[in-house]
């Protein structure tokens, strides 16, 4: 595959924003299949395009989980949560990317032992998402003890 500045060269965002997005669901594509080299360059090259959109350094963030690199992994998602929440239009997309970011957060600290900053980044998530997907997640976590057995299983 080729690298993030190959992909990169191949765009044309100023006539087309299309590719972009395209991208993005390239990259979570190539994650769902567990090609975490191939969704890494995707995601590298996502935020080089567009380094004020929140999804490649989520992207990243999932991949690092995925693998255990949870340093990486927590870098990335505070790079997501920061870039969603520097966006001036704060939409509901940007709150639920914001909570996912959180929850990947919250589960790297809990895999690096940092018990109490996962858990207010659990409960970061359910302020922005308490209905949505990311919100239930991370109630969850905190509320039914699954952090516990995330604990137990690191």
Not at 13 to 32: T, V
Not at 90 to 95: A, E, K, L, P
Not at 114 to 129: I, N
Not at 145 to 154: D, F, T
């Amino acid at each position: 595959m080729a690298g993030p500045n190959d992909l990169i060269a191949e765009l044309d965002l100023k006539s087309d924003p299309r590719p972009a997005q395209l991208l993005g669901e390239a990259g979570f594509l190539w994650s769902y299949l567990g090609r975490w080299a191939e969704a890494e360059t995707v995601f590298k090259a996502l935020t080089t395009l567009i380094p004020h959109d929140a999804a490649g350094y989520l992207g990243l963030a999932e991949v690092y989980l995925m693998q255990n690199q949870y340093d990486q992994a927590h870098k990335q998602a505070d790079a997501a949560i920061e870039t969603a929440l520097a966006r001036p239009d704060g939409n509901s997309t940007d709150q639920s990317t914001t909570a996912r970011a959180y929850v990947v957060a919250a589960k790297a600290l809990l895999h690096q032992g940092k018990t109490e900053q996962a858990r207010q980044a659990f409960a970061h998530a359910v302020e922005l998402d308490k209905d949505g997907p990311s919100g239930r997640h991370a109630a969850d976590m905190l509320e039914n003890g699954q952090m516990i057995g995330l604990l137990k299983n690191a």
